[in-house]
């Protein structure tokens, strides 16, 4: 065996560990390390800690020179290619000697004369992290200079030394350095066939999820979001301790997209969030983003459901009239807020159990009083989400996943088509849009009942509409019995339905709970006989054109 192929490092032996029928090699010394890195964070202190262990290093053109202002010994990568960087820095590392470097087959007796003979020296470590794509493109930059930033020659190598980890070690992340010398130092500068694997299944996750960026921006370039094979990726966030039940793994990660959100959040409190926080804490400030710019408006949700949302003057005003649409399912719930926390806000939730506050924002005074209740999750954001922005939305299926634009249409009075011969009067209209809006955010079937901007009933999730509406309305009375008011609060409401009625028993017990006016898409085959329901019972109704399902 040429004493050349191993950098002047005694060979690693064969093992009889079995690796899909071949001979594996379990420590593998490093001699030899090409480093080429967009992102140079902790790079120094990586360099010197590898010179350190007798590390020979390799590097191309801005990353070399970087080493080599910190006194690194460093070898230029085209010193090892025999050709100079060229094509603006398109071509330098697509060579036979960096890939064959790579790709060799320690244990392979033509690879190691296909080495020799071509004066190919192994590369036992590769450290590459990407061109930034995403942040390009998230900094709004041109066509050209996005496709610029398209890494060509960094994959390669990636996939060339993730490929080959039998004897590579390949590191993609800056956040793996400190790791990758731990485990050098603790094994005499080589590294385990567990930490390679490890390793080289982060390495093509990166290269995958870097793809699908690039995939991802070209379809929204060229206006097609749905082509032929599509990808989704995601960054690992945090662990859980499981997922909606106790016998089910789990995990949360980002997309990337930057949207503000609950995975923008900062955490200040709390135990970590479960997956079914996440969930229901995002369900309720998606719904409170609706309202980004409008009156203080608050969200209760619980199991991803609405349980009450009011619009106030005040946080605090808008918190209660939330609160008295359903307190009993209020207990336990997450809250989201359309502004800042405030401490007068923060000491009515603090009354009852609350699992998760999410708003943009806090002061101190109200952090203050959360600090109190240890188990109490507070997040805030820079903003709220953009209710507006495009976006895709997933279900996996048996076999598929289902993919769809988010549903982030809205409504305006303009877009209202009135039906019935009484048209709504200006407080049924605010009521209405108001209901509308909140509907969108409950599970099909929804029926919503609002009165001065709060919801006072909300049937959810129900087989028949029918049904929806008289739990909401059932819901309504049982508060107002709760709370010692005469009627129910349905009285003189208005009642929105995600979807349209279709057969007028829905409406009419949404008129026998006191609704005035109602809104809905319209389109049944029986709208001429829900309309003369209204027409006879007195109410007023708009048609939407437009529905929410939400399963």
């Given at each position: 065996?040429?004493?050349?192929?191993?950098?002047?490092?005694?060979?690693?032996?064969?093992?009889?560990?079995?690796?899909?029928?071949?001979?594996?090699?379990?420590?593998?010394?490093?001699?030899?390390?090409?480093?080429?890195?967009?992102?140079?964070?902790?790079?120094?202190?990586?360099?010197?800690?590898?010179?350190?262990?007798?590390?020979?290093?390799?590097?191309?053109?801005?990353?070399?020179?970087?080493?080599?202002?910190?006194?690194?010994?460093?070898?230029?990568?085209?010193?090892?290619?025999?050709?100079?960087?060229?094509?603006?820095?398109?071509?330098?590392?697509?060579?036979?000697?960096?890939?064959?470097?790579?790709?060799?087959?320690?244990?392979?007796?033509?690879?190691?004369?296909?080495?020799?003979?071509?004066?190919?020296?192994?590369?036992?470590?590769?450290?590459?992290?990407?061109?930034?794509?995403?942040?390009?493109?998230?900094?709004?930059?041109?066509?050209?200079?996005?496709?610029?930033?398209?890494?060509?020659?960094?994959?390669?190598?990636?996939?060339?030394?993730?490929?080959?980890?039998?004897?590579?070690?390949?590191?993609?992340?800056?956040?793996?350095?400190?790791?990758?010398?731990?485990?050098?130092?603790?094994?005499?500068?080589?590294?385990?066939?567990?930490?390679?694997?490890?390793?080289?299944?982060?390495?093509?996750?990166?290269?995958?999820?870097?793809?699908?960026?690039?995939?991802?921006?070209?379809?929204?370039?060229?206006?097609?979001?749905?082509?032929?094979?599509?990808?989704?990726?995601?960054?690992?966030?945090?662990?859980?301790?499981?997922?909606?039940?106790?016998?089910?793994?789990?995990?949360?990660?980002?997309?990337?997209?930057?949207?503000?959100?609950?995975?923008?959040?900062?955490?200040?409190?709390?135990?970590?969030?479960?997956?079914?926080?996440?969930?229901?804490?995002?369900?309720?400030?998606?719904?409170?983003?609706?309202?980004?710019?409008?009156?203080?408006?608050?969200?209760?949700?619980?199991?991803?459901?609405?349980?009450?949302?009011?619009?106030?003057?005040?946080?605090?005003?808008?918190?209660?009239?939330?609160?008295?649409?359903?307190?009993?399912?209020?207990?336990?719930?997450?809250?989201?807020?359309?502004?800042?926390?405030?401490?007068?806000?923060?000491?009515?939730?603090?009354?009852?159990?609350?699992?998760?506050?999410?708003?943009?924002?806090?002061?101190?005074?109200?952090?203050?009083?959360?600090?109190?209740?240890?188990?109490?999750?507070?997040?805030?954001?820079?903003?709220?989400?953009?209710?507006?922005?495009?976006?895709?939305?997933?279900?996996?299926?048996?076999?598929?996943?289902?993919?769809?634009?988010?549903?982030?249409?809205?409504?305006?009075?303009?877009?209202?088509?009135?039906?019935?011969?009484?048209?709504?009067?200006?407080?049924?209209?605010?009521?209405?849009?108001?209901?509308?809006?909140?509907a969108k955010h409950v599970k099909?079937?929804?029926?919503?009942?609002?009165?001065?901007?709060?919801?006072?009933?909300?049937?959810?999730?129900?087989?028949?509409?029918?049904?929806?509406?008289?739990?909401?309305a059932r819901k309504a009375g049982d508060m107002a019995e709760a709370?010692?008011?005469?009627?129910?609060?349905?009285?003189?409401?208005?009642?929105?339905?995600?979807?349209?009625?279709?057969?007028?028993?829905?409406?009419?017990?949404?008129?026998?709970?006191?609704?005035?006016?109602?809104?809905?898409?319209?389109?049944?085959?029986?709208?001429?006989?829900?309309?003369?329901?209204?027409?006879?019972?007195?109410?007023?109704?708009?048609?939407?054109?437009?529905?929410?399902?939400?399963?």
């Open positions: 065996m040429p004493s050349a192929i191993w950098s002047g490092k005694t060979p690693p032996a064969r093992s009889n560990t079995d690796f899909g029928g071949l001979a594996v090699t379990n420590l593998v010394p490093i001699g030899r390390a090409l480093i080429s890195v967009s992102d140079k964070t902790g790079l120094i202190d990586l360099t010197r800690a590898l010179a350190g262990l007798g590390v020979e290093l390799i590097s191309t053109g801005g990353t070399s020179a970087l080493l080599r202002a910190a006194g690194l010994s460093v070898r230029d990568v085209a010193d090892v290619t025999g050709f100079p960087e060229m094509m603006g820095g398109r071509v330098k590392t697509l060579h036979p000697n960096i890939h064959g470097a790579l790709l060799a087959l320690r244990d392979d007796d033509e690879h190691l004369l296909a080495m020799a003979a071509h004066g190919i020296e192994p590369i036992d470590l590769l450290i590459v992290n990407l061109y930034p794509f995403e942040d390009t493109v998230a900094k709004g930059a041109d066509h050209e200079t996005c496709i610029e930033n398209i890494d060509i020659g960094g994959p390669a190598m990636i996939r060339a030394a993730a490929k080959n980890h039998r004897f590579v070690t390949v590191i993609t992340d800056p956040a793996d350095y400190a790791t990758l010398i731990e485990e050098m130092k603790a094994r005499n500068g080589a590294t385990t066939l567990a930490f390679r694997q490890t390793m080289a299944l982060a390495a093509y996750a990166k290269t995958a999820a870097y793809d699908t960026a690039v995939s991802g921006w070209m379809a929204g370039q060229i206006g097609e979001p749905f082509a032929r094979n599509r990808s989704f990726a995601g960054t690992f966030a945090q662990g859980m301790r499981y997922g909606e039940n106790p016998h089910q793994k789990a995990a949360f990660y980002t997309d990337g997209s930057g949207r503000q959100g609950v995975a923008t959040a900062r955490q200040w409190q709390g135990k970590d969030l479960s997956y079914n926080n996440i969930n229901d804490t995002d369900a309720a400030f998606e719904l409170v983003a609706e309202f980004a710019g409008q009156s203080p408006t608050v969200a209760i949700v619980k199991h991803a459901n609405p349980c009450g949302v009011g619009q106030a003057t005040t946080l605090h005003e808008a918190y209660l009239r939330a609160y008295q649409c359903d307190q009993t399912s209020a207990f336990g719930g997450i809250v989201a807020l359309n502004a800042p926390l405030d401490a007068q806000t923060a000491e009515e939730i603090v009354k009852i159990f609350t699992e998760v506050v999410i708003a943009p924002g806090a002061s101190d005074e109200a952090m203050a009083i959360f600090a109190t209740k240890k188990n109490l999750r507070l997040l805030t954001t820079a903003t709220l989400p953009d209710a507006k922005a495009p976006g895709l939305a997933f279900k996996q299926v048996a076999g598929g996943i289902l993919v769809q634009d988010r549903d982030f249409a809205g409504i305006a009075p303009a877009d209202l088509k009135v039906v019935t011969k009484r048209a709504p009067t200006p407080a049924e209209m605010a009521d209405l849009l108001f209901a509308w809006t909140v099909s079937n929804a029926i919503v009942y609002v009165k001065g901007a709060a919801t006072v009933g909300i049937g959810a999730g129900q087989m028949s509409r029918v049904d929806s509406t008289r739990i909401a709370l010692g008011l005469p009627q129910s609060p349905t009285r003189g409401s208005v009642v929105a339905s995600d979807a349209f009625f279709p057969f007028p028993d829905g409406l009419i017990t949404a008129a026998e709970a006191g609704a005035t006016a109602v809104i809905q898409p319209g389109g049944s085959m029986n709208d001429d006989e829900v309309i003369a329901a209204a027409d006879a019972a007195g109410l007023a109704m708009v048609f939407t054109g437009q529905r929410h399902f939400r399963h």
